[in-house]
């Protein structure tokens, strides 16, 4: 009865994320094989934009620094485009300090050489060779503007609370959104995700992508109260 | 004037198109490279699905093979919604027989065997061998089924008409439509694209992806009346 009338009684105050600088990160990044082919991770940046928008509702000033999409930029949202991992790391990098970043942009691990030229067919089966991208949220975790929470997203298909708190350890990041995309398609409406923090989980029930970034904004106004 | 009373005075009869079945193809493939990444050419869709629009405008009945992307089908077209470069070959094969086939996507060239979990960071940098994908417009020209007009699009960044010409003769196909994408990002608004036929080349200005979409359809209906 407590909970149901703090849920009904005293809604989140608007604007609890006012004077706060929230960077946002969504979408693939695309990256060149030649002029007209690329690698790339599923997304459809949905979740990503649901997020910035969630974000922006409560008041905070959100930079939304988005891969290849062909979404509309959420009201009250500043959006900055890119194509490559490299691009969005430098148009990171550009919008720091935050007071929070979201990661949660399918960054492509990885680059290779771009052809000048689009690769003719028939001159055999050509061999990628692959070289690791910059790692985002290790850059900002180990930047000197570190923003004080910092959030990174996950998509597993297996083992997904095991892989993200390891992820979390390894990366240093505040808080994992783990994403559970075994047996999905990409691209739905939808997320199964947990929260991996370093002191517990929470596991969120399957829900549509606009209640995740709605609940997820309301956890971190939340934490940045706290941590004022 | 003889020429502006005719465009302006005679439009082409509505309907040339009626009792013509036309396969469409348009968008990318992505060739998956574990459940998260893949391969794939760079095509917004749009200059396929305006197509497949003038089509059904000039009567045809219009199958629209689709890879992924998010674009509306277009009035009084059937869509059918692939993923991979064999999906594709699957459905169109699955299509036949047409009068006509207009193959647009930007199938990716080659696949590689796909990893059945994601592949894990920081295991080095592996290595993509590659493997060449079924060639629809070969497919299609070889076919006891070849539609009795058979068109293919090339998008060349450097000697484009040369290559087109080249792609034509090759591939077997009645047009080659050869659209010069050199220093253009692909998924604009325009193109400027040269009809590579047998007997000649016509080079059109740039224009509009709707205005290429109707131009190729009245010359469609032209030729399908001509050899009928």
Sequence with gaps: ????????????APGRLAGRHVLVTA?????PIDPVRYIANRSSGRQGFAIAGALAAEGAAVTLIAGPVTLDTPAGVERVDVETAQEMANAVA????????VLVAAVADWRTDAAPQKIKKGTGTPTLRLTENPDILTMLATSPHRPRLLIGFAAETDHVIEHATAKR???????????????DVM??????????????????E???????????????????????
Tied chains: 1, 2.
């Design 206 to 228: 399957k829900l549509p992508k606009s209640q995740v970034a709605t609940r997820l904004a309301t956890r971190i106004a939340d934490t940045l109260q706290e941590t004022a």
């Design 169 to 183: 350890a390894k990366k240093g990041a505040d808080w994992i959104v783990a994403n559970d995309v075994s047996g």
């Design 27 to 31: 979408g693939p990044t695309h990256e």
């Design 1 to 12: 009865a407590a909970i149901e009338q703090h849920l009904a009684g005293t809604p989140p």
């Design 187 to 204: 691209g739905g409406d939808a997320n199964t995700v947990h929260i991996i923090r370093a002191q517990d989980v929470e596991s969120w």
């Design 94 to 101: 550009k919008t720091l300090p935050a007071d929070a970043a």
